[in-house]
Each structure stands twice: as structure tokens, then as C-alpha cells.
């Protein structure tokens, strides 16, 4: 990814379905951090993996009776925030099952040149 | 002016593409808020996270954040300049913005770099008034419901 002389921020989205009342924090804050030119890249990985399934992200909400995670994502990529997924050895991802907004999956090795050059990583 | 339903003060000049009203204060700074249009866009503003005072500008950049109902979005400076002042006022009230965007909802205040060279781009009160209407032609805005949605920020 070009950089462009902005604050580059990783957010590494660990939490997952087993603690939905932190999933949709990760996708607000970049989207904040997006409004104020961040460059920023959320990371989905671990148990965070599970939020790029359409059903996990279409029916999961951080709180009772309010927007789906779907909702978080969306505005996160809307602000200009970029979403790439970690590919897990031995787990198959089918393309078909994940969202949309998914910009690439990606290796650890990218994680791992990402965190060294970011001005920022947060793990949520 | 009265677009759509919606007020405009003739005092003041507009960045239409910016939902943003200016004002030339007369030590040359501007003063920027958001217009009754970009209340009603927003709804209920929940927050306005301006950046620090004397952070530098870039046009159409963000001078701070605007976290409503649903979403949050940049507000996106129409010039380039230093940030001189934010109102402080909106970090415990933003529904100042709402309440009053021409007045005590005022966002900021800014030192413009090139306004003499930029300035006829903004145009003053009724001047706007086509191009404020344009700005809502292409955002789709519904002026059968503007009455509604200004409902929210007065």
C-alpha cells in the first residue's frame, strides 16, 4: 500500500462472536480515525477471522436491538478504511461466504512487515 | 435565503460541496460551521472531535470528526490554513450544532494561507443560493421533507 505521508494505523480485530459487545469498537474507531486522514488497516485475525462471514457480520451486534456489525464495517470502509483478513494455515476460506467489503486476505508475514512499518497498531 | 426549506444567513459565504457556511472575521481568519443543510443531513450530532489547535490544514482535508446517529464523518476543510481556535463549547454540548449552527454551534476558526486567491470561490449569501441547490439535487435530498429533518436541528 502507498503511503502517503499520513498517519498509518493497524487495528488487529482479535474478538469474535464469543464476545460480541467488543465487535463493533474496532470498526468505529477506524472509521474515526479514517475521518481524521488516517490511513488506517483493520486486520482481521484469530477469532476475528469469523466477522468476515456474512452471516456472522449480518447478524452480530455489539449491543442488543442495535446495528448489525455489517453496519460498523460498512462505515469503516465508507471513511476510507481498509479490511484485509489473516489466512489461517490449513483453513480453507470460501470466497463465497464472506462479505463483500473484504479488500484481500492476507499472509502473516504481511502482518508482520505491516506492524514493523505502521506508526500505530492497536489490538481490539 | 431560504433553500428548500432550509435557512441561509445573506451574511455569510458557503462551501456548498462542504455543507459549510465561512465568515472573514476582521483579523483575517474565518470562522466555519456546519450549514442548517448539513444539520439536516446529519440528524442529532453526537460529538465534534475538532483537531488541536495550530495543526495545519490542507484543503479538503479534515479538520475534525462528526460522530452523528448512525455513522461519523470528516468535515473536510474548504481552505487551506492553522487551525486557531475550536469551539470548546461543542465537546459537552454538540447539539450546539443543532441547536444554533449559524450562531453558538459554531466548529472552528481558522488562518486561511491563500484566501485573497481562493475567496471568489466561495460564494457570499444569495450568491449560493444555486449552488447550494445543486449540492442537494445531487445529494437527492427530498425538499418535501426538509421541514422535517430541520425539525432536527432547531
Not at chain 1, 101 to 107: G, K, N, Q
Not at chain 2, 3 to 25: C, K, M
Not at chain 2, 49 to 72: L, Q, W, Y
Not at chain 2, 123 to 142: K, S, Y
Request: proline share 5%; with cysteine; charged share 20%.
Amino acid at each position: 500500500m502507498e503511503h502517503n505521508g499520513s498517519q498509518r494505523v493497524l487495528v488487529l480485530v482479535a474478538s469474535g462472536p464469543s464476545t460480541p459487545a467488543r465487535c463493533a469498537a474496532p470498526f468505529h474507531i477506524a472509521t474515526l480515525l479514517a475521518c481524521m486522514d488516517a490511513e488506517v488497516t483493520l486486520y482481521l485475525t484469530g477469532e476475528g477471522t469469523q466477522l468476515a462471514r456474512r452471516e456472522v457480520a449480518e447478524s452480530l451486534r455489539a449491543v442488543e436491538g442495535g446495528e448489525p456489525l455489517l453496519h460498523f464495517i460498512r462505515n469503516a470502509k465508507q471513511a476510507g478504511a481498509r479490511l484485509l483478513i489473516c489466512r489461517q494455515p490449513g483453513v480453507q476460506l470460501d470466497p463465497a461466504t464472506l462479505i463483500a467489503e473484504l479488500d484481500e486476505i492476507s499472509s502473516g508475514g504481511e502482518l508482520a512487515q505491516m506492524i514493523l512499518e505502521y506508526e500505530r497498531v492497536l489490538t481490539l | 435565503m431560504n433553500v428548500h426549506g432550509l435557512e441561509f444567513p445573506e451574511s455569510l459565504r458557503y462551501a456548498p460541496e462542504h455543507s459549510l457556511w465561512l465568515r472573514e472575521e476582521a483579523d483575517g481568519s474565518l470562522t466555519i460551521g456546519l450549514t442548517a443543510y448539513g444539520c439536516a443531513l446529519y440528524g442529532q450530532i453526537f460529538a465534534f472531535t475538532p483537531k488541536r489547535v495550530g495543526a495545519r490544514i490542507e484543503r479538503d482535508r479534515s479538520f475534525g470528526v462528526v460522530e452523528f446517529a448512525k455513522a461519523a464523518s470528516s468535515a473536510r476543510s474548504p481552505v487551506s490554513g492553522e487551525l486557531l481556535e475550536v469551539n470548546e463549547a461543542l465537546l459537552q454540548r454538540p447539539a450546539l450544532i443543532n441547536q444554533d449552527c449559524y450562531g453558538e454551534g459554531w466548529m472552528v476558526r481558522l488562518q486561511p494561507t491563500d484566501w485573497v486567491t481562493v475567496r471568489d470561490q466561495f460564494p457570499l449569501g444569495e450568491a449560493a443560493e444555486a449552488a447550494i441547490a445543486e449540492r442537494m439535487r445531487l445529494d437527492n435530498f427530498d425538499p418535501a421533507n426538509a421541514h422535517v429533518q430541520a425539525l432536527q436541528w432547531k
